[in-house]
């Protein structure tokens, strides 16, 4: 992949047609998210006993892929595809640099490997970037 410029290039590219394209090949199954050694979401449950007398409070893997996740208190902030696959490569290659100050992604392809329709992260970078050069 090339990653000269990511951060900025995908904060330049919200609006890019690419991310209505890979929606209509992503299934929002979230696979990529639990193969990959840098995602981290995860979800809280209260799960009761059979007696309803007691319950644990039990924290499993989440997927930023998920309707669940991005629900707020009065709607899902990301109800499309579009945006949920653009928020995850945005932020695994743009906005990690300002939490982490270093890319999210350390190469290992196992997000393409575990896709079914075979959504390729760096062919989509590489999308975003030609568009881009294509219109300057
Ligand atoms: S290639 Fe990058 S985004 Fe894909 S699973 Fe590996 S670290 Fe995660
Ligand atoms: S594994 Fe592929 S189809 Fe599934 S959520 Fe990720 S990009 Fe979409």
Known sequence: MDTEGIRDLLQRNYENARWDDVALRCLSCTNCTMVCPTCFCSTIEDVPDLSMENADRVRRWDSCF??????????????????????????KLSTWYDQFGT?????CGRCITWCPPGIDITEEVRAIRASEEASS
Not at 76 to 87: A, D, F
Not at 103 to 107: E, L, P, T
């Open 103 to 107: 890319s999210g992604c350390v190469g």
């Open 66 to 91: 998920t309707d669940d996740f991005s629900y707020i208190h009065g709607g899902n902030m990301r109800p499309s595809v579009s945006s949920r696959y653009r928020h995850w490569i945005t932020h």
